[in-house]
């Protein structure tokens, strides 16, 4: 018996393999689609992303892959300058296509160990108090340990263990393409700035693997959204709202997305859990729902990993729901947000023009940019404000911080020399030296990197690592 079977492989599946396999998990991901997707659905990787990539070796081929853009990041087609002193090392979008993402993403997988199996669609899910069993369009049957449905917002997996997926149905539709322009740099760059004075669901740019990416406005909402749009379709809205189709010619990708808004009453049926997509989707506004899939599958990795090595504590598979699915509410009411604002009314307008003045100011501005970069995620711990939060990158002894999180495992910040992770050792690293940069005297962080407890006496951390490590091994 395989023990996770990851249904979906996206870059929510691919991330939660790569993290499983970190643990030496046995794991099968399950794609339905025969070729991996060249659709450009997403353009970029926000701060905590770049983090998360930072604390497991990965970012350098991203950087390599994608492009920076220094202090970037706007809300509803707002930017502002960010502040200087953020709580991160990272403070840049990482501009890069989703297929590289979803590429790069496959080769750590598989570097790791991961069998990822393309062409291969669930139609079937059965389980027990001791396994899954999934069915297979082609007559056969797997069983696994635990699933995870990581296949998109219209989830096969979700609806098998019968999940409600409540929202708000779609109201506006907007086509997504990335294809060549033939009319001048200088051109498109003028009448696009003139189409959004008064249309903010309008905009081109240049694409980080080459020509252009542009978002139209589709005429109505689509009865069926499994269809692409044409070519020729796309090209009749460019003139409709700009008066031009620019010359646009060799359509690459061409897609469609709405304003639906929904999230899964639940996160977890027995030994079914869902990710990304699966459990949450939201306009793209802002770029927040590829990272949001990553993260959670950050939270998750290592959580499923412990139950697989037998010493997760009772309550923390139960964790991911809690700790994710208040993120992915929030982040829903601030794609609405940006929904609204971006509206061709005169009621959005009016807030828009308020809004650009409250970002002026840097609390507000402040604001924004952690919410929508995930700097700002805080998770109840418990009394003490520290815990929650994911800890930044620090210089540790003549390397940093970062550099000792690639094996995923938790870590014990211990600048007093006095304490001990006796016990907890085969899960918990134990650093001493080099710590000058850290404020507090000894931090615990969990292996995704949040702070788990913040002190300098034995009986506290003691607590926390039965908490969030199991009991202490004999």
Known sequence: MIDVIVVGGGPTGLMLAAELRLHGVDVVVLERDAEPTQQVRSLGLHVRSVEILDQRGLLEPFLEAGTKYERMASFAGLTRPWPDDLDTAHPYLLGIPQPETDRLLEQRAVELGADIRRGRDVVGLGQDDDAVQLDLVDGSRMSACFVVGCDGGRSAIR??????????????????????????????????????????????????????????????????????????????????HAGTDFGAHSPRSISRFTDTVRLAERYRVGRVFLAGDAAHVHPPLGGQGLNLGI???????????????????????????GERRPVAADVLTTTRAHSELMADTAGATAVRTLLEQLVGFDDVNRFLIEKVTAIGIHYDFGDDPRTGRRQRDIPVG?????????????????QTGRLSVDGWRTRVDHITTGLEALAPPAVLLRPDGHIAWVGEQQPGLDAQLA???????D
């Open 398 to 414: 003549d390397g940093r911080l970062y550099d000792l999180l690639h094996d995923g495992r938790g870590m014990l910040l211990d």
């Open 467 to 473: 908490r969030w490590f199991g009991q202490p091994a």
């Open 159 to 240: 609806k098998l263990v019968d999940i409600g997926f409540p929202g708000e149905p779609a109201t506006t539709e907007w086509l997504l393409g990335v294809m060549e322009l033939a009319a001048p740099a200088e051109e498109i760059m003028r009448v696009v700035a003139a189409v959004r004075e008064t249309n903010q669901g309008f905009g081109a740019g240049p694409n980080a693997s080459g020509g252009y990416r542009i978002v139209v406005p589709a005429a109505s909402v689509s009865e069926d959204r499994t269809v692409d749009p044409s070519f020729e379709e796309f090209t009749q809205q460019l003139r409709a």
């Open 295 to 321: 993260q959670d599958a950050f939270n998750l990795g290592w959580k499923l990993a412990s139950a697989i090595d037998g010493w997760a504590p009772s309550a923390l598979l139960d964790s991911y729901e």
